[in-house]
């Protein structure tokens, strides 16, 4: 099997399984217990998210773990927004991811209002935009630094300079982009961001959430006081530990072979859209994530491509896998102006450092026999 749908889960480590292990066995206390068995749990604990500060940039202090990057979404984008004395505007773009764009929605319920920033045909925020829609009730501005439909990368430290110009908490879904891309915190200039362990190769069931203790911010988890009351509940030091193994050694290989990939990345592109008649790409051609590739082949099903594709034993998908089954078509592609139709007929092919270009281009041989005859 060919597997190519790292964006919807990545497999999971070897370094993270054996970070992990001593703590779901001989380490297997409540770090909140001030007995022995506690105290080595919380020193697990705490090394990982020292570890993790580290890899971005941040303070210790500023790293909060969390369930998934679901919930540090809805997180970051409610009890900034919650606690903030300017008001309840909230800017989002059109092709946030639903954690985010539905945190919001939720906000909007309850008095907020939402403005939702359009994108161009390549899925980029214009930081003009950006600008000119920021008010003086504006709480926070929530925009993604990856897609993981399109792959396009938005130009997260322009906009953090508007938002901060602006005196506005700019929060960050990094979920694609960590591990994969450079994150650093000061460099970036956001107030909040987003990671999800199982992109990385972290068991599912992990993220973190950075977010520094002079950002004003209403926890939405109650009932314990870990994490200094921000995030209550019980920590998972093993899931901790995982996490930022896996994100550790995601950041070396981005710095030894993420070049590599990109190139990859390219050739694959260019022998499908020469290959395959009437493929077309979506997202940014060179802006845009380096293990990504994602396409249309208007007048076919994209679902029927993916079983097409499967039969030939390549796994990959039709876009965010948090979306998957639904016949709507994709907000992201309807944002990049698609028709509906065009949109549904998306395949996404994304792929990490361990996957070698014999496969891809085997990915990109099986799509120049599939799309003629199903166009039959």
Not at 171 to 186: E, F, I, N
Not at 230 to 249: F, K, Y
Request: hydrophobic share 45%; charged share 20%; glycine share 10%.
């Amino acid at each position: 099997m060919i597997y190519l749908d790292e964006a919807a889960t990545a497999p999971v480590r070897r370094e993270a399984l054996e970070a992990a292990w001593p703590y779901l066995t001989a380490e297997f206390g409540n770090p909140s217990s001030v007995h022995t068995v506690g105290e080595a749990a919380r020193a697990g604990l705490e090394r990982a998210r020292a570890d993790v500060a580290r890899l971005l940039g941040a303070r210790a202090g500023e790293i909060l773990f969390t369930s998934g990057g679901t919930e540090a979404d809805n997180a970051a984008v409610k009890g900034i927004a919650l606690a903030s004395a300017r008001g309840r505007h909230v800017i989002v773009s059109a092709v946030e991811h639903p954690a985010v764009l539905e945190a919001a929605e939720f906000l909007g319920r309850f008095g907020g209002e939402v403005t939702r920033l359009p994108v161009d045909a390549d899925g980029l925020v214009a930081p003009e935009a950006l600008d000119a829609a920021i008010r003086p009730d504006t709480a926070v501005i929530s925009i993604q630094h990856a897609n993981s439909e399109i792959g396009t990368i938005q130009p997260v430290e322009e906009l953090a300079r508007i938002a901060s110009r602006h005196g506005v908490p700019l929060h960050v879904d990094a979920v694609q982009s960590a591990g994969t891309l450079p994150l650093d915190m000061r460099a970036l200039g956001v107030q909040a961001l987003t990671i999800s362990g199982h992109k990385l190769g972290a068991p599912k069931g992990v993220g973190a959430l950075y977010l520094p203790l002079r950002v004003p911010f209403e926890p939405l988890i109650h009932g314990g006081a870990q994490q200094r009351g921000r995030r209550s509940g019980t920590e998972d030091p093993a899931g901790a530990v995982a996490l930022a193994a896996a994100l550790e050694a995601s950041c070396r290989d981005a710095a030894t072979q993420g070049e590599a990939l990109a190139a990859r990345r390219d050739r694959f592109i260019g022998a499908v859209l020469e290959q395959v008649p009437g493929a077309r790409l979506t997202g940014a051609r060179h802006r845009r994530l380096p293990g990504h590739a994602s396409f249309v082949f208007p007048g076919l099903s994209g679902e029927s491509v993916l079983l097409e594709l499967e039969a030939r034993g390549i796994v990959c998908s039709s876009g965010s896998a948090c979306a998957a089954g639904s016949d709507e078509p994709s907000h992201v592609l309807l944002s990049l102006g698609l028709e509906p139709d065009v949109a549904r007929t998306a395949v996404r092919f994304t792929f990490g450092h361990r996957v070698p270009e014999s496969d891809l281009m085997r990915a990109a041989s099986e799509l120049a026999r599939i799309v003629p005859a199903m166009h039959r």
